[in-house]
């Protein structure tokens, strides 16, 4: 077990090393230059409540920014080492599937804490630091569940593009399930038959995706910072769905013929 943990902590910190050779902390300066400059335009454009609009605004970027990073770099990283042959050089030493695919999940998964940690600074120039704290773990939550899906999904579809677009397409639904339902919900919608079938199927569809819409809000920042009840019903769900991706990820890295 202790030479488990060894290999699968020294792949770890290879895939971090990784990151910090690539464009990632570029790319991650970009993004944050871009929410900084677009806060500033916004301090002139707005009349009123400008403040609000900042804040909501640059907090938007910055989440889906993070998301976009972690999840493009996981996929690139996981397909790049396939291609080039490197998973069939590190499992043929003495190495377990097992020890090498949590050693890159526990890499990635602290390289998006770490972009989660960045991220979150600038807002520290408009909303209080507890606030700011809140958000944050809150996105680094958001961002582990991303690099477990984009590992999975560049594991399963060995292919950028398919890879990328279900790692978002899981991140969106997620996101907007909530809205969704609360619409098929609605006073204007129709009680007919068909319309109960959509509710039941949206409820179900519900079930399976990661209630994004309650994590990372920004009426965190806006109002109040959250109660302890409230952060845990956004945040535990997002651990829980990580750990069932990276299980579903394990299950089918052992199926597979390398």
Same mark, same amino acid.
């Not at 944050?32 to 400059?37: K, N």
């Not at 996981?78 to 190495?95: Q, V, W």
């Given at each position: 077990?202790?030479?488990?943990?060894?290999?699968?902590?020294?792949?770890?910190?290879?895939?971090?090393?990784?990151?910090?050779?690539?464009?990632?902390?570029?790319?991650?300066?970009?993004?944050?230059?871009?929410?900084?400059?677009?806060?500033?335009?916004?301090?002139?454009?707005?009349?009123?409540?400008?403040?609000?609009? @900042?804040?909501?605004?640059?907090?938007?970027?910055?989440?889906?920014?993070?998301? /976009?990073? &972690?999840?493009?770099?996981?996929?690139?990283?996981?397909?790049?080492?396939?291609?080039?042959?490197?998973?069939?050089?590190?499992? %043929?030493?003495?190495?377990?599937? %097992?020890?090498?695919?949590?050693?890159?999940?526990?890499? /990635?998964?602290?390289?998006?804490?770490?972009?989660?940690?960045?991220? %979150?600074?600038?807002?520290?120039?408009?909303?209080?630091?507890?606030?700011?704290?809140?958000?944050?773990?809150?996105?680094?939550?958001?961002?582990?569940?991303?690099?477990?899906?984009?590992? /999975?999904? %560049?594991?399963?579809?060995?292919?950028?593009?398919?890879?990328?677009?279900?790692?978002?397409?899981?991140?969106?639904?997620?996101?907007? &399930?909530?809205? &969704?339902?609360?619409?098929?919900?609605?006073?204007?919608?129709?009680?007919?038959?068909? @319309?109960?079938?959509?509710?039941?199927?949206?409820?179900?569809?519900?079930?399976?995706?990661?209630?994004?819409? #309650?994590?990372?809000?920004?009426?965190? #920042?806006?109002?109040?910072?959250?109660?302890?009840?409230?952060?845990?019903?956004?945040?535990?769900?997002?651990?829980?769905?990580?750990?069932?991706?990276?299980?579903?990820?394990?299950?089918? /890295?052992?199926?597979?013929?390398?």
């Amino acid at each position: 077990m202790p030479a488990r943990l060894n290999s699968a902590a020294t792949l770890a910190r290879f895939a971090l090393v990784e990151a910090r050779r690539s464009g990632l902390p570029w790319l991650a300066v970009a993004a944050l230059a871009a929410a900084i400059a677009l806060a500033g335009f916004l301090s002139q454009l707005a009349l009123t409540e400008s403040l609000s609009l @900042q804040v909501s605004v640059v907090a938007a970027l910055l989440r889906a920014g993070a998301v /976009f990073v &972690i999840a493009s770099h996981v996929a690139a990283s996981t397909l790049r080492e396939a291609n080039d042959k490197g998973i069939e050089l590190a499992l %043929s030493m003495p190495l377990s599937r %097992s020890a090498y695919y949590l050693g890159r999940l526990a890499g /990635f998964a602290a390289l998006g804490a770490a972009l989660a940690a960045v991220f %979150s600074l600038p807002l520290l120039l408009w909303c209080a630091p507890y606030a700011v704290l809140c958000w944050g773990v809150s996105l680094a939550a958001e961002t582990v569940l991303m690099a477990a899906a984009a590992l /999975f999904f %560049s594991s399963a579809l060995a292919q950028l593009a398919p890879a990328l677009a279900a790692s978002v397409g899981l991140y969106l639904l997620g996101r907007a &399930i909530g809205a &969704i339902q609360a619409i098929a919900s609605g006073p204007l919608a129709a009680d007919s038959a068909a @319309q109960q079938a959509v509710r039941r199927s949206l409820d179900a569809v519900a079930l399976l995706v990661p209630r994004l819409d #309650l994590a990372t809000r920004s009426e965190w #920042l806006l109002y109040a910072a959250p109660g302890a009840g409230d952060w845990l019903r956004g945040v535990a769900p997002l651990v829980v769905y990580a750990a069932l991706l990276a299980a579903a990820g394990l299950f089918d /890295f052992h199926r597979r013929n390398l």
